[in-house]
């Protein structure tokens, strides 16, 4: 059975800073690319950030580029997202993700296979 479990979310002030942890098992995460997804509420979930099964690449939607980085550590099967400089507009539910074969862009949700429970980010003064 697949778990993702976040941690990390909570309540910060504009310009504040985040780290989200995510930690699999159940699936063999080193062969796995991996994301963040959220959703705000009354919107739909979006795709965040994507970081390939190796480490070497990754991706973010342009409203987070140059704030967010998202990074893992294979070794302890778990998934990060720095987030800096936070926006209220950044607050949402964060989901992480891992992500299937290419066939959808990574902020595509029919890309995902499994989905984390999510953690609560709110930016607020």
């Known amino acids: 059975q697949v778990q993702l479990v976040e941690s990390g979310g909570g309540s910060v002030q504009p310009g504040g800073s985040l780290r989200l942890s995510c930690v699999a098992s159940?699936?063999?995460?080193?062969?796995?690319?991996m994301g963040w997804f959220r959703q705000a509420p009354g919107k739909e979930r979006e795709g965040v950030s994507c970081?390939?099964?190796?480490?070497?690449?990754?991706y973010y939607v342009e409203s987070v580029e140059g704030r967010f980085t998202i990074s893992r550590e294979n070794a302890n099967n778990t998934l990060y997202l720095q987030m800096n400089s936070l926006k209220p507009e950044d607050t949402a539910t964060y989901f992480c993700?891992?992500?299937?074969?290419?066939?959808?862009?990574?902020?595509?949700?029919?890309?995902?296979?499994?989905w984390g429970q999510g953690t609560q980010v709110t930016v607020s003064s």
């Open positions: 970081i390939t099964r190796s480490g070497t690449s990754t």
């Open positions: 159940g699936l063999t995460f080193d062969d796995s690319d």
């Open positions: 993700v891992a992500l299937g074969p290419i066939g959808y862009p990574y902020y595509d949700p029919r890309r995902v296979r499994f």
